[in-house]
């Protein structure tokens, strides 16, 4: 198994949604908040590829890119944090919720086909 595609989606990722979501907290002139770099990014890739789609404009999608990239280089001032708890914070709870799905995926409730469809407990 080639490890060129996972490092193609982690390079999408970071252009197309983690860039524009410190993008848009920098314009906004808001302390950036990590929480919100990933939905702010995300709503802005939706975005910006609906736009692409509807005006049936292929470039325009890439170019909004370009623009939240040349966002970050305006001058606004020194990067800050914003106050809250910190990422070390939200690790018992993400371990946890991977543990229930964890246990949750490996009963009998979670199977699928050889094909690898999933099979609903009522068609048992």
């Known amino acids: 198994m080639s490890p060129l595609p996972l490092l193609a989606y ?3 990722a970071a252009l197309a ?5 410190l993008a848009v907290q920098r314009l906004s002139r808001t302390r ?22 509807v005006t049936d404009r292929a470039w325009l999608f890439p170019a909004l ?12 001032g020194p990067w800050k944090l914003a106050d809250g708890p910190s990422l070390r914070g939200a690790l018992p709870p993400f371990l946890a919720v991977l543990a229930l799905l964890a246990v949750a995926c490996s009963t009998r409730w979670c199977r699928s086909t050889p ?9 048992w």
């Open 115 to 123: 094909r690898s469809t999933w099979v609903s407990p009522a068609s």
């Open 17 to 21: 949604i983690v860039q524009p979501g």
């Open 65 to 76: 890119l370009a623009v939240a990239a040349l966002a970050l280089l305006v001058p606004a």
């Open 10 to 12: 982690l390079a999408f």
């Open 32 to 53: 950036l908040d990590p929480a919100l770099v990933i939905p702010l990014g995300t709503a802005w890739c939706a975005g910006t590829y609906w736009l692409a789609l």
